[in-house]
T-cell receptor
């Protein structure tokens, strides 16, 4: 089975610029998550989708971050404007909805804000 | 709020030297405890799920155990290819966000030949 696909792998931008990340989950996985992983820390949830509806965005800095999941498949995470502290790896994960299934992660996008 | 604390932050072993990693957690109700392995430049890779105290799971040189307050990842006779960051995460049975995992900060394991 194909894994979670993310692009780009790396992105370098200047502060106050905007950036977007793309994620394609595992086929059939209705639940999609975006996590932020700062160097030396564990992943932190930014937003969770169930199909194309938001389940949890309590940790998303909504003044600068936005995310959407049109048609309940692919998802895009956007940052506008970026700050230096946004430098991190942005991980996308997906899971089955039923049961206690694990999350399956993509390899992430490493963002550097200069 | 769910909390997960892992120790030690880093562990250096010689090949063949067995040891354990610790994961302490606080949740209102545990739905599952998950162990992941993360290699540099990669996303976390799922290893185990534990559901209730007393449960154990094994995979090659790794064995995960669970109590009501913590989990251990035992590594028996490790090899250099076991070097990675090991992440522990919990899924709360309650809360408003079914499904999400709350992660610890990870333990960086280095195994020297």
């Amino acid at each position: 089975e194909a894994g979670v696909a993310q692009s780009p792998r790396y992105k370098i931008i200047e502060k106050r610029q905007s950036v977007a990340f793309w994620c394609n989950p595992i086929s059939g996985h209705a639940t999609l998550y975006w996590y932020q992983q700062i160097l030396g820390q564990g992943p932190k949830l930014l937003i969770q989708f169930q199909n194309n509806g938001v389940v949890d965005d309590s940790q998303l800095p909504k003044d600068r971050f936005s995310a959407e999941r049109l048609k309940g498949v692919d998802s895009t995470l956007k940052i506008q404007p970026a700050k230096l502290e946004d430098s991190a790896v942005y991980l996308c994960a997906s899971s089955l909805t039923l049961g206690n299934s694990p999350l399956h992660f993509g390899n992430g996008t490493r963002l550097t804000v200069t | 709020e769910d909390q997960v604390t892992q120790s030690p932050e880093a562990l250096r072993l010689q090949e063949g030297e067995s040891s354990s990693l610790n994961c302490s957690y606080t949740v209102s109700g545990l739905r599952g405890l998950f162990w992941y392995r993360q290699d540099p430049g990669k996303g976390p890779e799922f290893l185990f799920t534990l559901y209730s105290a007393g449960e154990e799971k094994e995979k090659e040189r790794l064995k995960a155990t669970l109590t009501k307050k913590e989990s251990f990842l035992h590594i028996t006779a490790p090899k250099p290819e076991d070097s990675a960051t090991y992440l522990c995460a919990v899924r709360d049975a309650g809360g408003t966000s079914y499904g999400k995992l709350t992660f610890g900060q990870g333990t960086i394991l280095t195994v020297h030949p």
